[in-house]
């Protein structure tokens, strides 16, 4: 457990005692039916991002929970756009958290799925070089890949000329990664909740205001709102708030 900004449970059943990383993982867990989980950090302001990254909003009890999230997936799912922006480095754990995919019946690493529409993708990022498990590719038949990529990864197509994520997500699941964790970015957030497919988003809300400038956690076309009840509320001691809000 990090000493540097203990997190504590405000809601439900207050507790003051800092939770483990133990507890941290019993209050996020698996879930025995398929899931897709998004992950995003805010300000209290609404912002995506600062200075350009979301890195910027993210204190050590965001990435301690990130860490956790991830330790907990079968399938770690960003967009292209995300994956080149942010740039994204082989998903590996520590060992302890090998450890306990390994205690769980688990695949010692998620695997990385990417979701490209156009597959401006560059084989050679550490993503895809270096990374432990043989990542996989969402995208369309229309979409002609670059090459090197069809030996770093595999190439799911789901969709004529867009990629259907409903027909991608399906797919997931036959390989058998039922757990998705989504990073985003807010188009295939947005792209996802047109799609009726998320079933949680936890929420970093960072205590500072990014100001103007700065997108939402979603973006795309509209969509109907969609009622998702809130499941816990976690402080840490920098003010942070951690939400989780989950379907039935």
């Known amino acids: 457990m990090s000493a540097t900004a203990p997190i504590s449970r405000l809601w439900p059943a207050p507790a003051a005692e800092p939770l483990h990383d133990a507890e941290l993982t019993a209050l996020y867990g698996r879930t025995e039916r398929p899931r897709l989980r ?4 805010t300000s209290v302001d609404g912002a995506v991002a600062l200075d350009g990254y979301s890195a910027g909003l993210s204190g050590e009890p965001d990435k301690r929970v990130f860490g956790l999230l991830r ?3 079968d399938g770690l ?3 292209a756009g995300t994956l080149r922006h942010e740039g994204y480095r082989a998903v590996r754990l520590s060992e302890p958290r090998r450890a306990w995919r390994r205690e769980q019946g ?3 690493y998620p695997t990385l799925v990417v979701v490209s529409g156009s597959l401006d993708l560059d084989p050679a990022q550490a993503a895809f070089a270096d990374a432990p498990v043989r990542p996989i590719v969402l995208t369309s038949a229309a979409a002609e890949a670059p090459s090197g990529l069809a ?3 595999d190439l799911v197509r789901c969709g004529a000329d867009r990629v259907d994520l409903a027909a991608g997500l399906a797919e997931l699941r036959r390989r058998g990664l039922g757990q998705l964790l989504c990073e985003g970015g807010p188009l295939l957030f947005g792209a996802l909740t047109a799609a009726d497919l998320v079933d949680e988003v936890c929420l970093t809300l960072a205590p500072l205001l990014a100001g103007a400038g700065a997108g939402r956690i979603t973006a795309g076309d509209a969509s109907a709102p969609r009622h998702l009840p809130l499941r816990h509320v976690l402080a840490a001691s920098d003010g942070t708030l951690l939400l989780r809000y989950a379907r039935d």
């Open 38 to 41: 998004v992950n995003f950090v």
């Open 71 to 73: 330790m907990l997936c």
């Open 77 to 79: 799912v960003v967009a």
């Open 106 to 108: 688990l695949a010692e």
């Open 151 to 153: 030996e770093v990864a």
